[in-house]
């Protein structure tokens, strides 16, 4: 079997966290044509959990129309797979880099007319008032660095649903304590050996984890949304240190 090749930013050696510039500065220069249909084999299970949030929306939502927000789009991964599953739904995507922004006519090019596009840094941007029926985000929030911020996102978008809507999120998750969070990360590098990737690889990919993301644990999570306003707040799945969440309004 042939080696598997990370596809990522080198880190290794770096103690310090990046800079929000820094990580946005990644973003304008990688090539955006390489994230359209690169494989996430880094994440456990990956099949299940992607299908996972389509059989939730559906759970909340059937097959009526409605209107959702996707923080940290990037080139539209998410959003095509939603879109792709539901015929009545319209997505907004909202991410900080214009590089990965152009990329996504292209990638959502079955869909004309059912999206549109805002270049925008959500930690920032006014998401508007009622708005959306749900808010989705796949491996964007982790970039936060600290609680305030969390809160003030989780905020934003309770304001921006509508009464009911929905946020759901997939991402990377901080275990509770050193204990949990030393265990998710033994377990994620054991699968990613499994998979057969490189040692050095495996280095890279845990260095850009600990240099570029900021994950809080699910607890954490919890407590903000609750703080933020949301009524209800639950985790759909969990593996090693990725984990999906939902809160509703």
């Not at 249909?37 to 759970?59: A, G, T």
């Not at 059912?114 to 964007?140: M, P």
């Amino acid at each position: 079997m042939s080696k598997k090749h990370y596809q990522g930013p080198e880190t290794r050696g770096r103690t310090d966290k990046m800079s929000k510039e820094e990580i946005h500065q990644r973003f304008e220069n990688e090539n955006s044509a390489n994230y359209i249909e690169r494989s996430m084999n880094w994440l456990p299970e990956e099949e299940y959990v992607m299908q996972l949030v389509i059989d939730f929306l559906r759970h909340a939502f059937g097959e009526s129309s409605g209107r959702i927000l996707d923080l940290g789009a990037g080139t539209g991964r998410l959003a095509r797979h939603i879109l792709g599953h539901f015929d009545k739904l319209k997505i907004t995507l909202m991410d900080f880099s214009a590089n990965m922004i152009k990329a996504v006519p292209e990638v959502l090019q079955n869909y004309n007319g059912r999206y549109r596009t805002i270049c925008a840094d959500f930690f920032n941007a006014c998401l508007g008032r009622e708005q959306y029926n749900a808010v989705v985000s796949s491996f964007a929030i982790h970039h936060g660095r600290n609680e305030e911020t969390y809160l003030n996102l989780y905020k934003n978008i309770h304001e921006t649903l509508m009464p009911g809507g929905i946020f759901l999120c997939l991402d990377v998750i901080d275990g509770d304590n050193t204990l949990f969070a030393e265990f998710g990360e033994v377990g994620w590098t054991s699968f990613l050996e499994k998979q057969d990737f490189q040692p050095d690889d495996i280095e890279t990919i845990m260095s850009n984890y600990h240099t570029e993301d900021s994950p809080v644990s699910l607890n954490k999570h919890f407590e903000l949304l609750k703080a933020a306003g949301f009524n209800q707040v639950d985790i759909l799945w969990k593996k090693y240190n990725f984990g999906v969440y939902v809160g509703v309004k």
